[in-house]
């Protein structure tokens, strides 16, 4: 079945660590995205690829990074300089150009140990 | 600024009522407007997309409007069940730079009681 995966399911940091998150699709999308939601928060847009080896940063992008070296992965990194980590990750990979549903992986929960 | 609303948090039904979900917007302009399902721990799955030229789209027990003019989407779940109770999440697509990252609501969560 074609989909999504994120991985680990749960993850915990300890204080000055950088963390990677994992998202894999088999969907060959172009397009991958990392979302944030908190609680009673919508999910805001971390960083987004269109293509392969490109990317552009969101709304809220400080204390991440990204990088997309394959169509099919695209790691999340939430550094040390990322004050307020705890919160759901989502990951969602679409189809480019508008007007295309983005599909979610079940998320990572981040918490600070 | 630049909001988009869902009209409350939470909303009680009860089962076999239509369930009517509303997104609200100010300072977009949206060429289309998509709407999810979110279960508790889990993503969002994608439900329906409208665009801005359709007043209405169908699908099952779903219905979906796009008024551009009052800069409004309702959401109906006719013959809500107790299998219905997510988080429901409107977004706007915005379609600029070639791609269209969407714009999220905070959601509504709803409860069909049974």
């Known amino acids: 079945d074609g989909g999504i995966t994120q991985s680990p399911k749960y993850l915990f940091r300890k204080e000055g660590q950088n963390v990677t998150l994992s998202c894999e699709q088999n969907?060959?999308?172009?397009?991958m995205y990392w979302y944030r939601q908190d609680p009673g928060q919508g999910l805001r847009l971390i960083y987004y690829?269109?293509?392969?080896?490109?990317?552009q940063k969101g709304d809220i992008a400080e204390g991440y990074s990204v990088s997309r070296e394959k169509k099919e992965s695209f790691p999340l990194t939430v550094t040390s300089a990322q004050k307020n980590p705890t919160a759901f990750y989502l990951c969602?990979?679409?189809?480019?150009?508008?007007?295309?549903?983005?599909?979610f992986g079940d998320g990572t929960r981040l918490s600070i140990l | 600024s630049q909001k988009i609303e869902q009209n409350s948090e939470a909303l009680n039904i009860q089962e076999g009522k239509t369930a009517t979900l509303t997104c609200n917007y100010t300072?977009?302009?949206?060429?289309?407007l998509q709407w999810y399902r979110q279960d508790p721990g889990r993503g969002p799955v994608f439900l329906l997309l409208i665009r801005e030229n359709e007043k209405e789209k169908r699908k099952e027990r779903l219905k979906v409007t796009f008024d551009t003019t009052l800069k409004q989407s309702l959401f109906h779940i006719t013959a809500s069940q107790p299998a219905d109770s997510a988080t429901y999440l409107c977004a706007l697509d915005l379609l600029f730079s070639g791609n269209t990252p969407l714009v999220f609501g905070k959601g509504t969560r709803l409860s069909v009681i049974a």
């Open positions: 300072n977009y302009s949206p060429a289309y």
């Open positions: 969907l060959n999308h172009d397009a």
């Open positions: 969602a990979s679409s189809l480019t150009g508008s007007n295309q549903p983005q599909h």
């Open positions: 690829s269109q293509i392969v080896n490109d990317f």
